[in-house]
């Protein structure tokens, strides 16, 4: 199966052709689920002693598995954090597969670690953080959250007094799933701010107040939301930056989702204080356009971060050998062996210039902006509360959690569209509503309608 005989150069061209297609279709397919049952009848098993061969293999997933997928740069695919990986950035995930470059050191990725670098230089100096900041491309905001929260902890655990203490983190009801779950991997408790806007520095000065003297002792990190993945909404990272200051907290922005936005012009104040971070979260595979997976772990320090994460054994002390010293991405973050997924953005930076990512990412802002226009013009319909970013709540007048829900799957059955419900709460408890979080630029105000339409009385 190492052999390259004509099969292997067939089926390359195979391959090549569907990722033109692919690369090149604006309006792919809305695919749903199957059961895996169903999956199962129709596919057969596929791994055998002989092998299927790569033909059937591919057509059975390009007619069969590929439709029960969802394609996340569908222009009607509001759901969840959508994506749109630039068509460059999806060219150069097939470059950097092609390339088998490991990502863990120099001594072996020097030259796609450097291209990961300058992408990364851009993203630092977007957060406007200070001269020594640097940071790393992990699988997602999970992970990056995950290497923040360790190096955070094992900078507190310095202190002889820390080191057997079960840590605490501040973080606010807005703050992403993986922050809780998170919290649990490294074991520390988490109390949270019940602010359902933006958390302010008084909601986290009047939290800390409120703690006992031995969760006082305990605490040693905050985490804000720079841009909620429920609402968009930007905690006040200016006023928690001083409050983090002044206790002597580490301070972590998980800016997964909102980051792209730092280099919008138009909400760039809003993220003011970011640059006070002692870490800062940014998934460039949300609102940055790269493929999956892509995240990225900024520290203010990245000493505390190699302090923390690197790993040592002696099959891996030739690395520390001259010529070989440079940045080993692998020292920063939670993982060792890694792919260098920060090289699709790297390589559509370089294409397309920072301008154009400025434009696309400020069309995403003002299509939220337009549907917020076009929600007020239609009776049966009312805004939660004004877009943040690029998230729109509002509500259908009259109808139950239920009729979201069959709204929904209606939608995605027709193949129109996915966009999902959350909950926000109102002083009568927690509401049911319609989310729309815009990333693509290929969306338009005919995508809008069309979703829109179906929610007519
Ligand atoms: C604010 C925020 N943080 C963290 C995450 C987790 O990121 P990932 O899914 O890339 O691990 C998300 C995902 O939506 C998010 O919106």
């Given at each position: 199966m190492h052999n390259i005989d004509i099969g292997v150069v067939e089926m390359t061209l195979d391959v090549m052709k569907y990722a033109i297609n692919r690369i090149t279709n604006i309006s792919p397919t809305l695919g749903k689920p199957k059961k895996e049952e169903e999956l199962y009848k129709l596919v057969g098993e596929t791994i055998t002693s002989k092998g299927i061969g790569g033909e059937r293999a591919f057509e059975l997933f390009k007619d069969i598995l590929l439709p029960a997928t969802v394609p996340i740069d569908h222009p009607r695919h509001l759901a969840f954090v959508p994506a749109a990986p630039t068509r460059a950035a999806v060219m150069f995930d097939l470059v950097t597969s092609a390339s088998s470059i490991h990502g863990a050191y120099w001594m072996e990725g020097a030259g796609g670690i450097f291209c990961e670098n300058q992408a990364m230089k851009w993203l630092v100096s977007l957060a406007g953080m200070p001269a020594g900041a640097f940071g790393v491309f992990t699988s997602g905001g999970t992970a990056a959250n995950l290497s923040a929260m360790v190096t955070a902890r094992e900078h507190w655990r310095k202190d002889a007094a820390n080191r057997n203490k079960k840590g605490l983190i501040i973080a606010s009801i807005g703050a992403h799933s993986s922050i809780k779950a998170m919290a649990q991997v490294i074991d520390a408790e988490l109390i949270l701010v019940d602010s359902q806007e933006e958390m302010t520095g008084e909601d986290l000065e009047s939290k800390i107040n409120s703690l006992d003297t031995s969760q006082r002792e305990r605490l040693f990190a905050v985490v804000a939301t720079g841009g909620t993945t429920n609402a968009g909404i930007i905690d006040d990272l200016e006023g928690i930056a001083q409050v983090c200051e002044d206790h002597g907290l580490w301070y972590h922005v998980d800016a997964a989702y909102g980051g792209g936005a730092l280099v919008a012009d138009s909400v760039r104040h809003h993220f003011n204080g970011i640059e006070k971070a002692d870490s800062i979260t940014i998934d460039p595979h949300k609102w940055l356009f790269s493929p999956y997976d892509c995240g990225a772990i900024l520290y203010k320090d990245p000493e505390l971060a190699k302090e923390a994460h690197s790993q040592e054994g002696s099959y891996l002390d030739?690395?520390?050998?001259e010529g070989a010293q440079g940045f080993n991405p692998a020292d920063y973050q939670i993982q060792l062996t890694r792919r260098l997924r920060g090289l699709p953005l790297w390589f559509s930076l370089a294409t397309n210039g920072i301008d154009k990512y400025k434009w696309a990412v400020e069309k995403g802002i003002s299509l939220a902006k337009l549907s917020a226009e076009l929600i007020e013009k239609r009776p049966e319909l009312e805004l939660v509360r004004p877009p943040s970013l690029s998230c729109v709540l509002f509500r259908r007048k009259g109808w139950s959690p239920e009729s979201y829900t069959n709204w929904t799957y209606n939608n995605h059955k027709e193949g129109l569209a996915l966009v999902t419900p959350t909950k926000w709460r109102t002083s009568e408890g927690y509401e049911t509503v319609i989310r729309f979080c815009f990333i693509n630029p290929d969306t338009g105000q005919e995508d809008i309608e069309m979703i829109l339409d179906t929610l007519k009385e």
């Open positions: 030739i690395i520390s050998d």
